[in-house]
């Protein structure tokens, strides 16, 4: 884990980090918002599939009728025309999903470029991918590569990351000053997942330190 995760932090300081800064830097902050609305958007299949799995029926329905209006109104999610309207925004994973099933989290694992996770979570990013990704049926082109690893495809994939990583910028300083970085990203989360499985803030202590980390975003 701490071989991966020292080599995740090389690559973020190559490529992910300065890609951000100037992401943030030259794009103004109501782009940036479009950009990470229509992403958020792609994200409300899987959400509203885990909500069926887990048997949220209301929150279903508000899931379906966000991404139903984002991506018609809100042309692709552009424009959180649903937030505006009171429906409010959630997220889940099949991460999540096998939890609330009673699947152990199995040991931490530190993935290479991903990330912080667990053998649960892990295994629940590939339906993620394969099954309610919108982005799976992206398909390039012959002179842009073709198929799901093309160009076009790369290219999306790649922005995502970019705005993710532009969003946490915030966290650097926060990160930057622990003794042991790697425990305090293992165990902030740890916390940040039990936060979102049991749904509510209050069912988790949470560290104050770790908390701005989690929810300053």
Known sequence: NRA?????????????????EVYTQQLP???RGVISNFFRNLAEPTT?????????????????A????????????????????????????YGQTLARWGVPSGPYLVL??????????AAGKLPALYLSDPLFLVS???YLGAGRYG??????????????????????????????PYLFLRETYRQR????????????KIDPAMEKALFSN
Do not use: C
């Open 66 to 93: 966000r991404f139903a209006i984002n991506t018609t109104l809100g042309v692709f999610g552009l424009f959180d025309v649903a937030g505006s309207l009171g429906l409010v925004h959630h997220q889940e994973d």
């Open 112 to 121: 290479p470029i991903f990330g912080p996770s667990n053998f649960r979570d």
């Open 140 to 142: 390039d082109e012959p």
């Open 29 to 31: 902050p109501a782009l």
């Open 48 to 64: 509203i599939l885990n909500d069926i799995l887990q048997g949220k029926g209301r929150q279903t329905i508000n899931d379906g």
């Open 4 to 20: 991966v995760f020292a080599f995740n932090q090389r690559v973020d300081r190559v490529l992910f980090k300065p890609a951000a």
């Open 193 to 204: 997942r039990l936060h979102a499985i049991h749904d509510d803030r209050e069912a988790v």
């Open 151 to 180: 160009l076009l495809h790369a290219g999306v994939r790649t922005l995502h990351a970019i705005d993710l990583r532009a969003q946490l910028l915030g966290s650097d300083p926060l990160i930057k000053i622990q003794l042991d």
